[in-house]
Nanobody, 115 residues
């Protein structure tokens, strides 16, 4: 049974930085791609970034150059470093892992960017 726990969210001023973490219980964590998604009020959930088992990464155009996804397989953890934050980055951020045909999700962590 896979469990994902996100942390690191909070309130930050525009231009500031946050680092989100996602700790996974999966014992073969390093074999699977991981992703960060976000959902703002009144919006659909959208993909933010992904990192594969071979460390290939993708980013949404809206965060490219500002966010960096990384993973530490020894710690079963995926990170999202968020720099130069904008108010439009405000959302609940969710960690995801896809194993076979099943998607597993964390409960989310709230990021609020405001003066």
């Amino acid at each position: 049974q896979v469990q994902l726990v996100e942390s690191g969210g909070g309130l930050v001023q525009p231009g500031g930085s946050l680092r989100l973490s996602c700790a996974a219980s999966e014992s073969v964590f390093g074999l699977y791609a991981m992703g960060w998604y976000r959902q703002a009020p009144g919006k659909q959930r959208e993909l933010v970034a992904t990192v594969t088992s071979t460390l290939s990464t993708t980013y949404a155009d809206s965060v490219k150059g500002r966010f960096t996804i990384s993973r530490d397989n020894a710690k079963n953890t995926v990170y999202l470093q968020m720099n130069s934050l904008k108010p439009e980055d405000t959302a609940n951020y969710y960690c995801n892992i896809r194993i076979g045909v099943i998607n597993y999700w964390g409960k989310g962590t709230l990021v609020t960017v405001s003066s």
